[in-house]
T-cell receptor
Framework: DAGITQSPRYKITETGRQVTLMCHQT?????MFWYRQDLGHGLRLIYY???????DKGEVPDGYVVSRSKTENFPLTLESATRSQTSVYFC???????????FGDGTRLSIL | AQSVTQLGSHVSVSEGALVLLRCNYS??????LFWYVQYPNQGLQLLLK??????LVKGINGFEAEFKKSETSFHLTKPSAHMSDAAEYFC???????????????FGKGTLLTVNP
């Protein structure tokens, strides 16, 4: 089925470890986004990408790395996880600036 | 950069009552506006969008929102609440990312709607 999928849905890891969250969309949307959702903060943009090989920082990029070698994939890597990165992470895609974003179901990440 | 304010982090209504969730944005230029709904353990789903075609926008599940430029508001309403409407609702505005030609969504902090039987 067409859509946007995130994996894994749940992840528990330890501080200092590297962890990668995957995001895949089947619409060939140009834009893709990574958000984190925390109580009291709503959704905060981590990184975004306007097209393959074009990425840029959002509101809270520190400690995260992204890449986009293919239009359909937009992985998010925590290079050395910290407890403050415990959160729910959402990936989204968008066809154009005046169109809505479509969200995945999220990855719940716990860092011990 | 734009900002979005949702008045009331928590709204509680009785089943069958009117639902009113408030959203104000900061821009003086009519932007593209959206309402999303999030059910527990799920991603955000689009309820409706305003793209300047009409000031009253109808969405899914009986929700609608009215764009009022003079008040910079985009409040969400539903005439009669149903138990299944219990969820968190987010207002968002399309916002040009500074210094470039790309856009992002700026979200409000959300309003949790509870529906009492």
């Amino acid at each position: 089925d067409a859509g946007i999928t995130q994996s894994p849905r749940y992840k528990i890891t330890e501080t200092g470890r590297q962890v990668t969250l995957m995001c895949h969309q089947t619409w060939s949307h140009s834009y893709m986004f990574w958000y984190r959702q925390d109580l009291g903060h709503g959704l905060r943009l981590i990184y975004y990408s306007a097209a393959a090989d074009i990425t840029d920082k959002g509101e809270v990029p520190d400690g995260y790395v992204v890449s986009r070698s293919k239009t359909e994939n937009f992985p998010l890597t925590l290079e050395s996880a910290t407890r403050s990165q415990t959160s729910v992470y959402f990936c989204a895609s968008m066809r154009a600036y005046n169109q809505p974003q479509h969200f995945g179901d999220g990855t719940r990440l716990s860092i011990l | 950069a734009q900002s979005v304010t949702q008045l009331g982090s928590h709204v509680s209504v009785s089943e069958g009552a009117l639902v009113l969730l408030r959203c104000n944005y900061s821009s003086s230029v009519p932007p593209y506006l959206f309402w999303y709904v999030q059910y527990p353990n799920q991603g955000l789903q689009l309820l409706l969008k305003y793209t300047s075609a009409a000031t009253l926008v109808k969405g899914i599940n009986g929700f609608e929102a009215e764009f009022k430029k003079s008040e910079t508001s985009f409040h969400l309403t539903k005439p009669s609440a149903h138990m299944s409407d219990a969820a968190e609702y987010f207002c968002a505005v399309s916002d040009r990312i500074s210094g470039g030609s790309n856009y992002k969504l700026t979200f409000g902090k959300g309003t949790l709607l509870t529906v009492n039987p």
